[in-house]
């Protein structure tokens, strides 16, 4: 997958804080939460309040440069760039680990026939025991 760069949609001003959200969504390893934003963003001298995180956040999923969902068990919404969205998730310790290649092509054709849906997008969470929790017992 090539090196895409993230920009401001179209008829949205270009802002500091826009663009540092961005960045840290490209950097981070999997899905994060708004606060996790907001403190990489404050340990980084950037001042920004936490409400314009979530504002910035919504635009930027209605726009379709962000992927927004919910963990099992988790009461906050996690947020990642859409080459992010799939992952395994171990029940035990937290861990998170995208998954690469996408197993949602192989059946999408089959549910566009069966049920009738122009899908538009999707996420895929799996859930489990990772290997280092399973030595654990």
């Given at each position: 997958m090539g090196e895409q760069k993230l920009s401001i949609p179209k008829g949205y001003r270009k802002t500091k804080q826009r663009e540092a959200i961005l960045?840290?969504?490209?950097?981070?390893e999997y899905p994060i939460n708004a606060e996790q934003i907001f403190m990489e963003l404050?340990?980084?001298g950037i001042d920004i309040?936490?409400?314009t995180i979530y504002r910035n956040l919504e635009m930027?999923?209605?726009?379709?440069?962000?992927?927004?969902?919910?963990?099992?068990?988790?009461?906050?919404?996690?947020?990642?760039?859409p080459d992010k969205k799939n992952y395994l998730v171990c029940e035990k310790c937290g861990k998170i680990v995208i998954i690469d290649n996408c197993p949602f092509d192989?059946?999408?054709e089959e549910l566009i026939e069966v049920h009738g849906f122009d899908i538009t997008g999707h996420s895929i969470e799996v859930y489990g025991v990772c290997p280092e929790c399973q030595k654990k017992g």
């Open positions: 960045k840290v969504l490209e950097r981070a404050k340990n980084n309040s936490l409400s930027l999923t209605k726009e379709g440069l962000v992927v927004k969902s919910y963990m099992m068990n988790e009461d906050k919404a996690r947020f990642a760039l192989k059946f999408k």
